[in-house]
């Protein structure tokens, strides 16, 4: 069985990827918090400790990092520290022993500023150059340069900019779903799909929910995204009214997957249609 070391395992997205691949790998589960996967308790920014745990480990999948919501409790040199020279470390212990894979979790949100266009919303593939806003974005796409650096021959890396995946009030990520968010189990799918890849060298994908819309919706999404919407699932504006709901008017940008799809097979499995039928299930189900 094949060794594979996670971080972040005591977070959200960590913790769910390490029990997704308990059955096929032997998970060492790194956090600075206790959790049910997390094996061992260690500051990826300690490059001594990080180096002991990776000898030997087939691969490695880097969730830990310091997040928006961290802000304003932490400092622009604790984000470079976790999020820039922690990733560095992991990246260092890949060369020197040889591990052959390292998927990197990054954001969409590195886009930016980007993705702010005054009449029409923006369609947000890879090739959209990113801006970033704050220290947030800056540190994850510092760390993906470092992954592009440090990929070659010996070391495949890729980088998932993952899309707005947390939990929200239904509506919310019921709209989400159609254009800048993700489920958690999609986000899982993505990182198993890049980790038993075949890809040689450095590839960055968006990792994001199936969107309905099309290039040429951009304006009318700008303004007219409720009868967009209704255009694509006719049945959208009756469910929200039955729930109190109102289709937004405003979509600002579009998230799109097409490259993971067409490298890496990845189609996002729950989109707007099933977050609306999971929020049609009672209390109980959920």
Known sequence: MKKILITGTSGRIGSALA?????????????LNRGPFTTHCLDIADKKGIFHLTKGVDAIVHLA?????????????????TNVDGTE???????????????????????????????????VTEDLLPQPRDIYDETKLAAEALCKNASGASLSCISLRMSRCFPEED?????YRLYRGVDIRDVVLGHVLALESSIKGYEFFNITSQTPFQQNDLQELHGKADDVISRYHP????????????????????????????ILGYTALYNFREIMDFSEAPKSQK
């Open 235 to 262: 049945w959208a504006k009756k469910a929200f009214e039955v729930k109190g709901w109102i289709l937004p008017f405003i979509i600002d940008r579009v998230y799109v997957a097409e490259k993971a799809k067409k």
């Open 65 to 81: 990092a310091l997040l928006p919501q961290h802000i304003n409790v932490y400092s622009d040199e604790d984000f470079w520290r």
């Open 89 to 123: 470390n992991l990246l260092d212990a890949c060369l020197k022993y040889n591990i052959k894979r390292f998927v990197f979790t990054s954001t969409t949100s590195i886009y930016g500023n980007a993705m702010v266009l005054p009449h029409q919303a923006v369609w």
């Open 19 to 31: 029990s997704f691949l308990k059955n096929s790998y032997q998970v060492i589960g790194i956090d």
């Open 171 to 175: 509506r919310l990520m019921a709209i």
